[in-house]
């Protein structure tokens, strides 16, 4: 994929979250929404005398629309797992130095040698977790299956992820294709299935269903499991989570640090710190997420540990596909189909 491919593919930037700071040796963090604890930032800047400034995103695109220019004033990011290899073929990742990190060694062993970066040359691993569909328990029956987000009794309360990969990796499960299709035919037929959806939705929208699913406005949604996570916590009595039976996305979002960075070492601070398990672990119990740090897992108590949503047995995690990095040419009509069914 080449520089331009990225960035028409990526969407505008939108309004961050910042935190002011004024004076000191500074860090610039730019993160996921709702992926740290309420004092992570706090204690980090107490521990080491480091001003943080810390913003948030809701999309990957929406990251790398700020990161691209090499310009952004961002020292860490956290990509997901099919966007680090395009970022750092363009020159936009730092390298990962081990000798600065002394908890790497507290990551789950299957994230230790991950398939897009084994050696972890250019990320750490951070959360992980699946994409399926947040309901309302009173549904009946509940849903099960991507084709069940199509249902027309349920018009104007169904919305879709704000994101092509998520959007046409439902519709090539529901036609019963790999989610990382390259073939033309199959993506044709996946976006048809999403012109065929879109009149039945409410929006496009990512972790910002999460509130309106609570308010019970949403009746069913494609969502990330730890956005799911959330909103079950917030109303554990109204709202469930399906993994589908035809199929699902699995991410991971990695810790990276952009070449742009004249903060380095501070950058790697940051990162050992939140390797550190029981950081790790006090980040998961306040915000329902999945952590890829094995030994803060076992921190976890068992009504985290065994959490359906965030944490399925194997043979459910199985039905699921990760995430692959398209070429050039299948990103090319990918953004094509999805830009048309946007503007239809
Ligand atoms: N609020 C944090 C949600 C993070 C979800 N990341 C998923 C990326 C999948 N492409």
């Not at 994101?163 to 990382?180: I, P």
Request: contains cysteine; hydrophobic residues 45%.
């Amino acid at each position: 994929m080449n520089r331009r491919r990225f960035l028409e593919s990526s969407a505008a930037a939108a309004t961050l979250a910042l935190v002011d700071c004024t004076s000191g040796p500074r860090l610039n963090v730019y993160n996921w929404s709702d992926y740290v604890a309420p004092d992570t930032v706090a204690n980090f800047e107490h521990e080491t005398g480091l001003r943080v400034r810390y913003g948030t995103y809701e999309s990957n695109q929406e990251m790398l629309a700020q990161v691209l220019s090499g310009n952004s004033g961002w020292d860490v990011i956290f990509p997901s797992a099919d966007f680090l290899g395009p970022m750092r073929d363009l020159g936009l990742l730092a390298p990962i130095q081990h000798s600065l990190l002394t908890n790497l060694n507290s990551l789950d062993p299957v994230f230790r040698a991950p398939p897009w970066d084994p050696e972890l040359q250019w990320s750490v691993p951070y959360m992980y977790g699946a994409t399926g569909i947040l309901y309302q328990k009173q549904l009946m029956p509940a849903p099960q299956s991507w084709a069940d987000l199509w249902n027309a009794k349920l018009a104007g309360k169904i919305t879709m992820l704000d994101d092509a990969t998520e959007v046409f990796g439902a519709c090539l499960k529901k036609l019963g294709y790999s989610l990382n299709s390259a073939d033309t035919a199959e993506l044709r037929a996946a976006a048809q299935e999403a012109r065929k959806q879109k009149p039945l939705l409410r929006a496009y929208l990512n972790a910002e269903v999460r509130d309106q699913a609570v308010a019970g406005d949403v009746a069913a949604a494609q969502a990330w499991a730890v956005t799911a996570a959330q909103a079950i916590a917030a109303a554990p009595d109204r709202l469930a989570f399906a993994y589908p039976r035809e199929g699902f996305v699995r991410f991971a979002d990695n810790i990276a640090i952009l070449r742009e960075s004249r903060r380095i070492e501070a950058a790697h601070r940051w990162i050992d710190y939140l390797l550190r398990p029981a950081v790790a672990a006090a980040i998961v119990e306040t915000t329902h997420t999945a952590t890829c740090n094995g030994t803060a897992y076992s921190l976890l108590p068992e009504s985290i540990r065994k959490d359906p949503v965030l944490y399925p047995p194997a043979d459910v995690l199985n039905r699921g596909e990760w995430l692959l990095p398209q070429s050039t040419g299948s990103q090319r009509l990918r953004d094509r189909l999805w830009t048309e069914m946007k503007s239809a």
